[in-house]
């Protein structure tokens, strides 16, 4: 009897600790600060004007901004830039509703085709209303013409990129050399030969290495001499000859590998990855299509990888060294409070009065330089000499018929369509030339219910 | 103040907070989207009124809108069925008084819990054509199993059979149903002479039909509204194949910044789904028994 009161007497108490121990968790949840309370809290210099700076990186480059941000504030003792990261396509919405509620960052960096839609709304400032005469020659001088392509709307300047992207090949010289391949391909049409002979299948007939994996339709269509826009007469371009010429070598060479063994096979592969299971690093592609991120990650995840990479080879009568490009650019809302502070930290960044200063961050961050400055300065010289497969996108950037993304307000659905489209042709579904078809129509569609509506395009 | 008025007000003051956050985050989005439905609005400019633009554009001259119609009707009309039917003959099943029926109860509930987005992520595996499961298990039949997610004539059945992984939730508000069955029932129906199967189709079937109907009801709004597995595996592809109406609205609203062009889609969805439903309830009169 006395030892199951004891025991009863225990099991009250075990109750009533736990139940007291859940309500002070429950309570110290409900006053714990917040994540901006906490900010202030942890302000390093409080005494500064905040910059509050959003930004779309996560993981491992989110160090690589947070390092930048830290040698902002270092560097001078006016303003302090608080980061914070917002990333996915959460990040557009978190700011056009903190722009819309009269509460957004004072400045964002962005890789997301908004500038026009934001731009047409009001929601940016031109950086012309905040460059010094001086600054905005410096810019129209130094920056590589992509860049000053990237972040233009309406002959106004709303985004200055801190990274710009190209493409290039990215090849195994062992598989060339087991092919019996001397030197990479000179033009696309070699490349697509070649990559036949680089093509490998197991016993049963399934792919076990793809000798060449293209860039999408849109990446590509520039080397054939198209494009989706034409930036000089502002006009979209979508049924260019070339781009439906395009189109059918892309079609022609996945006929010949086969969609559904293509598909089958990269489905079993880590596509995404932006890290070590890239599939190129295990050899499932002899010869692949892609940005020159990869470099940094190879050089981290691969360091024994032997690999080159080379410009994407043009097409007989295409146009050597053009392409496309997007980027990573900063933007000031015209509802910032502090755009002074801003602009501030953007020049410091970009690069564009400190080339030397900043090319420390391109390097860091495995970055394609914004000019020659960049490009020239010492360090950024031995991170291509340590990494001599970077060169071939250096001089990819620096090429004036690199393309952007029509700087229209319906990019996305542009966007949308052609991947469409192309999926389309490229599983023969539909022909190219009715692809390219369909795509103009479905996009003059809606550029038709954009002016019934009462849009400005 | 009487009484009867002070007591109303201090019911009023107790529910207030609800009623606030009714008022503030469902009715009052509610009218206004109903207003922007009417309007061009891309949420960074004013909204403008624009008449039935909207509504006239979506109706003659867009093809994904109609796709989109199309491929959720299609999956609806397939996906609810088949799960009332998984549903019920589970519970059926997990009726019987078996030792260790508990732990079987438990195991097929445990993955309606699971997070959508987690089972989604697995069966982006599972489904995989050259390193998934179902494949792998096909092969040992010699049988080389389909792209599921990136053949357009599989993906849609694709998320209809990963649909069914999710049943144990209305399993158990069968199982409920089933239990609720009175026992004379069955005890009248076998002194008629009633075998297992008349048991079934004249007895638990009928008296089931309430829970059956009430099932229907939630899978034809939830279907209509289907959207987290598409977008997390497909993206509305292969060739638009799963591109459902939740989804393309979504695209309108966030990624077109279309808000005028959503809102309408939106009620023209609502309108849909009180359409079905209120036919659903005008036939529950000829199929749904209530027993007493």
Not at chain 2, 82 to 98: E, Y
Request: with cysteine; glycine share 8%; proline share 6%.
């Amino acid at each position: 009897m006395a030892g199951e009161r004891v025991s009863g007497n225990l099991k009250r108490w075990i109750r009533t600790i736990v139940a007291v121990a859940m309500a002070l968790a429950l309570v110290g949840l409900y006053f714990a600060p917040q994540r901006a309370t906490r900010e202030t809290a942890l302000r390093k210099y409080p005494n500064r004007i905040p910059v509050r700076f959003w930004h779309m990186w996560s993981a491992e480059w989110k160090d690589v901004v947070d390092h930048i941000v830290d040698q902002y504030n270092k560097s001078q003792d006016k303003y302090e830039v608080i980061a914070l990261s917002v990333p996915g396509t959460s990040g557009d919405t978190k700011f056009l509703l903190g722009a819309m509620g009269g509460d957004p960052p004072d400045v964002m960096a962005q890789w997301n085709p908004v500038i026009p839609t934001w731009a047409e709304g009001g929601l940016l400032t031109p950086y012309e209303e905040l460059m010094s005469p001086e600054e905005k020659a410096l810019f129209d001088r130094d920056a590589y013409p992509i860049v000053k392509r990237i972040g233009r709307y309406k002959d106004k300047t709303y985004g200055i990129p801190i990274g710009v992207n190209a493409n290039a090949v990215f090849y195994l010289p062992k598989a060339l050399r087991e092919a019996g391949i001397e030197q990479f391909p000179k033009t696309w049409e070699e490349l697509v030969t070649d990559s036949a002979k680089m093509t490998k299948y197991d016993s049963h007939g399934q792919l076990t290495r793809l000798g060449f994996l293209p860039g999408p339709w849109a990446v590509t269509m520039a080397l054939f001499g198209g494009g989706l826009y034409d930036f000089k007469s502002n006009q979209l371009t979508l049924d260019n000859p070339a781009n439906l010429r395009c189109l059918e070598s892309l079609v022609a060479l996945r006929q010949r590998d086969g969609y559904e063994q293509v598909q089958r096979f990269q489905s079993g592969l880590n596509t995404q990855s932006f890290a070590g299971g890239w599939p190129f690093i295990a050899g499932y592609y002899a010869a692949a299509v892609d940005g020159q991120w990869r470099v940094q990650q190879l050089a981290k995840y691969a360091p024994d990888l032997e690999y080159a990479t080379a410009p994407i080879p043009a097409p007989l009568g295409g146009a050597p060294g053009a392409g496309f490009s997007g980027g990573n650019f900063m933007v000031i809302p015209r509802s910032g409070k502090q755009k002074a502070g801003a602009w501030d930290f953007v020049k410091y960044w970009s690069g564009l009065t400190n080339p030397e200063r900043a090319a420390q961050f391109y390097v860091d961050g495995g970055w394609l330089p914004l000019s020659d400055k960049i490009a020239s300065a010492p360090i950024y010289k031995k991170y291509i000499h340590d990494h001599p497969q970077f060169q071939t996108f250096v001089d990819a950037v620096r090429s004036p018929d690199l393309t952007a993304q029509p700087p229209v307000a319906y990019q996305v659905f542009i966007n949308d369509k052609v991947t469409k489209v192309e999926d389309l042709a490229l599983r023969g579904e539909i022909s190219p030339k009715a692809a390219v078809q369909q795509l103009s129509e479905e996009v003059h569609r809606e550029i038709a219910r954009r002016k019934e509506l009462g849009y400005d395009e | 103040m009487n009484a009867r008025t002070r007591k109303d007000l201090t019911g009023y003051v107790f529910i207030a907070p609800w009623l606030l956050g009714f008022l503030t985050f469902t009715a009052w989005p509610f009218v206004r989207s109903a207003y922007l439905s009417f309007t061009r609005y891309d949420i960074v400019r004013p909204a403008r009124w624009i008449g039935a633009a909207n509504y006239r554009s979506l109706i003659t001259n867009d093809d994904t809108f109609r796709n989109a119609c199309w491929v959720t009707v299609k999956f609806a009309s397939v996906a609810v069925p088949l799960g009332i039917v998984a549903g019920v003959s589970l519970a059926l099943l997990l009726n019987a008084n078996v030792r260790g029926i508990t732990v079987y109860r438990t195991v097929f509930f445990l993955p309606s819990i699971v997070p959508t987005v987690a089972t989604t992520a697995i069966f982006m595996w599972i489904l995989n054509p050259k390193i998934g499961l179902v494949n792998g298990l096909l092969e040992k039949f010699g049988i080389v199993g389909p792209a599921w997610l990136t053949d357009p004539k599989w993906a849609l059945w694709s998320l209809v059979m990963m649909g069914l992984w999710g049943v144990g939730n209305s399993m158990v508000i069968y199982l409920a149903g089933l239990k609720d069955i009175p026992t004379y029932l069955y005890e009248a129906a076998i002194v008629d002479g009633a075998g297992a199967w008349t048991r079934l189709t004249r007895v638990t079937l009928p008296m089931l039909t309430p829970v059956i109907f009430f099932n229907l009801v939630m899978g034809v709004i939830g279907t209509f509204q289907y959207f987290t597995q598409a977008y997390i595996m497909t993206k509305g592809g292969p060739e638009d194949s799963t591109r459902f109406y939740a989804l393309y609205l979504f695209d309108r609203a966030w990624r077109y910044a279309d808000m005028g062009y959503a809102s309408a889609m939106a009620w023209i969805l609502f309108i849909a789904i009180m359409a079905v439903t209120g036919l659903l309830f005008k036939t529950q009169k000829k199929w749904v028994h209530y027993g007493g």
